[in-house]
């Protein structure tokens, strides 16, 4: 699993959290959060270094930032330079380990999306039965 994969699977973790389903299963989601929540923060620490770094600073120091319909936008004095490393940033994989749930435990009825589903399954959060039908735990391993 890449560092990539937690960013965009975090919030799909955080939503299927608020899902009704059996407490077994949801300790399992809440377990992953806790797995999931440490490295998130630290990617977010080395987000705003890079955002030191590279950002646009005014007279007094701080980083220049507008409001865009999706938020704060900071500028940046190297876009290039902070894309190279944001990427670099992205692609380092990581070792966590995520007790999966089967798909198949759930019911057909989750009140949850077809893209939250794709990141679920590629954390590991959600997996699809083995052949002898017990669920494979899923561990990403360091290159």
């Excluded at 077994?24 to 992953?32: D, M, W």
């Excluded at 500028?75 to 902070?82: N, V």
């Excluded at 894309?83 to 070792?95: N, Y």
């Excluded at 380990?97 to 999306?113: K, M, Y």
Aim: glycine share 8%; charged share 35%; aromatic share 4%.
């Amino acid at each position: 699993m890449k560092i990539l994969d937690i960013l965009e699977a975090f919030d799909a973790v955080q939503r299927f959290n608020k899902c009704r389903i059996p407490m077994k299963h949801s300790i399992k989601v809440r377990r992953a959060l806790g797995v999931l929540a440490p490295e998130w923060t630290i990617v977010n620490e080395k987000r705003d270094v890079l955002f030191d770094r590279y950002g646009k600073k005014d007279g007094d120091g701080k980083l220049v930032q507008r409001q865009e319909a999706g938020g704060l936008v900071t500028e940046l004095d190297d876009p290039e330079a902070f894309s190279a490393e944001w990427s670099e940033l992205m692609e380092q994989p990581t070792d966590v380990s995520i007790a999966g749930i089967a798909i198949a435990d759930l019911g057909d009825d989750l009140p949850i999306t077809g893209e939250d589903i794709e990141l679920l399954v590629r954390i590991g959060v959600l997996i699809e039965a083995s052949p002898n039908g017990k669920p494979k735990r899923r561990r990403a391993k360091r290159k």
